[in-house]
Nanobody
Framework: VQLQASGGGSVQTGDSLRLSCAAS????????TAWFRQAPGKERDFVAA??????????ADSVTVKGRFTMSRDNARNTVYLQMNSLKPDDTAVYYC????????????????????WGQGTQVTVSS
């Protein structure tokens, strides 16, 4: 299974970006896919996750993510998206997509070790 993340870039405060993560190598696509991010000098943090079949989404509890980021999926393309609006300098990080073969329960969404596959990361830089 391979995950290809794309869509990062350098933007200004208040701008939007949409990240994509395309999965290949699985007939029906991973059941649970998530986005994590790692800011310079910090640990990698959970951002959001989405689970088939009923498209349950879950976002990090941080107030800096909720209401600004939306995760979605296109099952036909085996691709998930992270729409990021009203970007702030604190959102600057490398964003990684991760996938689990199984359908994780909600309480496991933010646990890195539960994910079997990781993408290469895409850089998001937000300047003020």
């Amino acid at each position: 299974v391979q995950l290809q993340a794309s869509g990062g870039g350098s933007v200004q405060t208040g701008d939007s970006l949409r990240l994509s993560c395309a999965a290949s190598g699985l007939t029906s696509g991973p059941c649970t896919t998530a986005w994590f991010r790692q800011a310079p000098g910090k640990e990698r943090d959970f951002v959001a996750a989405i689970r088939r079949p009923n498209t349950i989404t879950y976002y990090a509890d941080s107030v800096t993510v909720k209401g600004r980021f939306t995760m979605s999926r296109d099952n036909a393309r085996n691709t998930v998206y992270l729409q990021m609006n009203s970007l702030k300098p604190d959102d600057t990080a490398v964003y990684y997509c991760a996938a689990a073969s199984g359908c994780l329960i909600t309480s496991s969404f933010s646990t890195e070790s539960r994910y079997d596959y990781w993408g290469q990361g895409t850089q998001v830089t937000v300047s003020s």
